[in-house]
C-alpha cells in the first residue's frame, strides 16, 4: 500500500468520528498545555529574579574582602597588586563610612559607599525610580540612595527629584585623620533609588572623597575578561590572602533550585498527560473494535499485516500531533491571559508590570515531538491488535 493512501485511510477519523477524534486531541493538548504552562512559569520566574539581581558585567566580576583590614588591607598598594593579577580587566573600589546625612532638618546615620560609576554594572545594580550617576556627573553631587533609607526621612519615591538641601558628614575617612567628622562639599541631591528594604545606605561618586592615600577600603570588585579565567583570577587573589566570592556561584546555585522547580512543575503537567494518553488508548481500541469488519475486508482484499500496522499507528501519530499543536496554543494563550490579568491587578494597585512567562524555543520544539510520540507509543499496543487479526475472525466479528 503506498504511503498516500496509508496517509488518506489514517487521516478518515476526522471524517467519519469528528466529535471524538477533536475530544482525543482536546485531551492531549490539556496535558501538553498544562505541561507547557507550567514549565514557561517556572522559566519566567527564573528570568524574572536573575534579571533583577545580575548583568553580563556581575557575572565576570569577583567580590574582594579581606578579614582583617588592619593585618592585610585593602589599601592603595593592594590595589595595585590585585590588578596586576593576569586576566583582570579592571577593578572598582568601594569605600565605606559611616555617615550622619541631613535632609529638611531631619538627621539619620546612614553607610556611604563611595564608589566609580563602573562599579554599578560590575555589582549588578540598577535603579527602580531615577538614575545612576556617572563620572561626568560626579562633580554635580548626585546621591543614589536605597528605598530604605529614603524611608528614614519620609520621602516619597516620586518627589526624589525634588529633595534638596542635603548635608552630609562621614565619619572615619582614615584611621588617622584626628577629626570626629568630614563634611562633604555640596550641593549634593537625590539622583536615583535602590529597592532595598532591609539596610540603609548611600552610593556618592569616588570623586567626592577628600584627596587621600591612607584610604582603606571594604571591598573590591574585580572584572576578569573571560569567563574561563575566573577561577585562575580567583586563586590568584585568594593566594594574597583575601577573601573572594563570585555572584556567579550564587546565580549557578539559583539556577539549580530553579532547575529542580521547573521539573517539579513539569511532573505535575505529565500527570495530566498521562490521563489525555489514557483517553487517547481507549480511544484507539474503540475504534479497533468498530473497524474489525472493514479490517477484515481490507486484508480479503490483499492489504498486508504491516499495512493496517501503519493505518492504526499513523492515526495515532497525527493525533499526538495535533494535541501537541494544540498544547502549545492553549500554553502560549493561558499564558499570555495569565501574565494579563497579573499585570492589570499590578496596574491597579500600583504595582510594576513584569513579564512571568518565558518559553524557549527549544522546549516547543521537544514538546511537539514528545507529544508525537506519545501518539505512537499509545497506538502500538491497538495497531499490533489490528495487524494480527485473522481475516476470516474478523469477516465473522459483529
Known sequence: MLVIDIFRLSTRMFRTNRLRTLLTILGISVGIGTILFLVSFGYGLQLLILNQITTSDALLSLDVSTADATALPLDKAALEKIQSVPFVEKISPVLTARTQMV???????????????????LDGITPSVGELFTDEAAEQGKIVISSNALALFNIDEKKVAEVSDIKLLVYDLTHDSGLEYTELAGPFRLSGVINEESS????????????????????????????????????????QGYIVSALSDIIEQANQIFRVVQIVLGLFGIVALIVSAIGMFNTMTIALLERTQEI?????????????????????????????????????AAGE??????????????????????????????????????????????ASRAAKINCLDALRYK
Open 337 to 382: 491571559a495569565f501574565n494579563y490579568g497579573i499585570n492589570l491587578l499590578a496596574g491597579v494597585m500600583g504595582g510594576v508590570k513584569i513579564d512571568l512567562f518565558a518559553t524557549p524555543y527549544w522546549f516547543v520544539l521537544f514538546i511537539m515531538i514528545f507529544s508525537t510520540f506519545v501518539g505512537f507509543a499509545t497506538g502500538v499496543y491497538p
Open 103 to 121: 535632609v529638611n532638618g531631619i538627621s539619620s546615620e546612614v553607610n556611604t559607599n563611595f564608589v566609580r560609576s563602573d562599579f554599578f554594572a
Open 200 to 239: 540603609s545606605y548611600l552610593y556618592l561618586s569616588a570623586s567626592t572623597l577628600p584627596p587621600a592615600d591612607n584610604y582603606s577600603y571594604s571591598r573590591v570588585k574585580v572584572k576578569v575578561d573571560e569567563e574561563k579565567n575566573l577561577n585562575a583570577v580567583r586563586e590568584a587573589i585568594i593566594s
Open 296 to 332: 477484515g475486508i481490507m486484508k480479503a482484499l490483499g492489504a498486508a499485516n504491516a499495512d493496517i500496522w501503519n493505518m492504526f499507528l499513523g492515526e495515532s501519530v497525527i493525533i499526538g500531533f495535533f494535541g501537541g499543536l494544540g498544547g502549545v496554543l492553549i500554553g502560549l
